[in-house]
């Protein structure tokens, strides 16, 4: 077994799949979603791909506070595009459906 391994939470970001696998799913249906979605304004220190809870302004509305072709949200500080818009209406409708229906 790696360190990494035997890090506590480690393996839910780097394995998730293994991780709900041999977790949660033994008490009843798991549900998880990849997010890739590479915010345009967020500034990324030389990481490929989407951060940790970078979906969370998407889930919660955030890029529809303001009017205008970008938009910025100062507590988390990033302008969002029209595209990002609408990757968040899908995202609120998908978390909305899964609270309404499981």
């Known amino acids: 077994m790696s360190l990494q391994d035997q890090i506590p939470g480690?393996?839910?970001?780097?394995?998730?799949?293994?991780a709900i696998k041999g977790g949660s799913s033994q008490y009843g249906?798991?549900?998880?979603?990849?997010?890739s979605h590479e915010t345009e304004d967020y500034e990324r220190?030389?990481?490929?791909?989407?951060?940790?809870?970078?979906?969370?302004?998407?889930?919660?509305g955030?890029?529809?506070?303001?009017?205008g072709p970008t938009i910025e949200f100062d507590a988390?500080?990033?302008?969002?595009?029209?595209?990002?818009?609408?990757?968040?209406?899908v995202l609120m409708h998908y978390i909305s459906t899964f609270v309404k229906t499981g």
């Open 10 to 18: 480690v393996s839910m970001f780097q394995k998730p799949e293994e």
């Open 29 to 35: 249906n798991t549900y998880m979603y990849y997010f």
């Open 45 to 60: 220190y030389g990481l490929k791909g989407s951060v940790h809870l970078e979906d969370l302004p998407y889930i919660l």
């Open 62 to 67: 955030y890029p529809f506070f303001q009017n």
């Open 76 to 89: 988390f500080g990033l302008k969002f595009a029209d595209e990002e818009r609408a990757l968040s209406q």
